[in-house]
């Protein structure tokens, strides 16, 4: 199993660009979620989904969107993308069920805006 | 909505010694309190976990303590080895359909050999 993957590591942005964080998962998890990670500043919640059609808000949405139209698929979308949105990204998964909390992370994408 | 605040947010202890790292929650409500790993270069990974129906748990090296009253909950690592080097991240949420989990900001740890 390759777990969650994200695509890609790495990308340099200019400002107002858009651009789209890929994530899939082959775990056959409901649960997926887009976290940021600044530098000293811990993972901020984005967006989750608890399934496929089914999204909300995290701690920090604002220029962000996402989609679940799959199971599988969970692409972050940035608009118009700003300094203040450099950061790595990462994607996780869970199978949410009684005694089953573990959230599975991919690798991480960094991405700088310039 | 949740917050969580964690302490130090560097750490370091000589290999054998013990390190402890401290998180405070606001929500009450919460019932649920992972503890996930960092390294370099990779996504976190969950190490020990704990419920607020448990006072403590205990995996080898590894324990985490709850204090619900408080609002507080500790990881305590023993006799570090220099592997135990990273970002430590401590969480808490409710246990609920959505299942939205709440990260610390982090704590790295150096264990010097």
């Known amino acids: 199993n390759a777990g969650v993957t994200q695509t890609p590591k790495f990308r340099i942005l200019k400002i107002g660009q858009s651009m789209t964080l890929q994530c899939t998962q082959d775990?056959?998890?409901?649960?997926m979620y887009w976290y940021r990670q600044d530098p000293g500043m811990g993972l901020k919640l984005i967006y989750y989904s608890v399934g496929a059609g089914i999204t909300d808000k995290g701690e920090v949405p604002n220029g962000y969107n996402v989609s679940r139209s799959t199971t599988e698929d969970f692409p972050l979308r940035l608009e118009l993308a700003a300094p203040s949105q450099t950061s790595v990204y990462f994607c996780?998964?869970?199978?949410?069920?009684?005694?089953?909390?573990?959230?599975?992370f991919g690798a991480g994408s960094r991405l700088t805006v310039l | 909505g949740e917050n969580v605040e964690q302490h130090p947010s560097t750490l370091s202890v000589q290999e054998g010694d013990s390190a402890v790292i401290k998180c405070t929650y606001s929500?009450?409500?919460?019932?649920?309190f992972p503890w996930y790993k960092q390294e370099l270069g990779k996504g976190p990974q969950l190490i020990i976990d704990i419920r607020s129906n448990v006072g403590e748990k205990k995996d080898q090296r590894i324990a985490v303590t709850l204090n619900k009253t408080a609002k507080h909950f500790s990881l305590h690592i023993t006799e570090t080895q220099p592997e135990d080097s990273a970002v430590y991240f401590c969480a808490a949420t409710l246990l609920d359909s959505s299942y939205k989990l709440i990260f610390g900001s982090g704590t790295r740890l150096l264990v010097r050999p």
């Open positions: 996780a998964s869970t199978q949410r069920r009684a005694g089953a909390n573990v959230l599975t």
């Open positions: 929500d009450s409500a919460s019932n649920y």
């Open positions: 775990m056959n998890h409901n649960y």
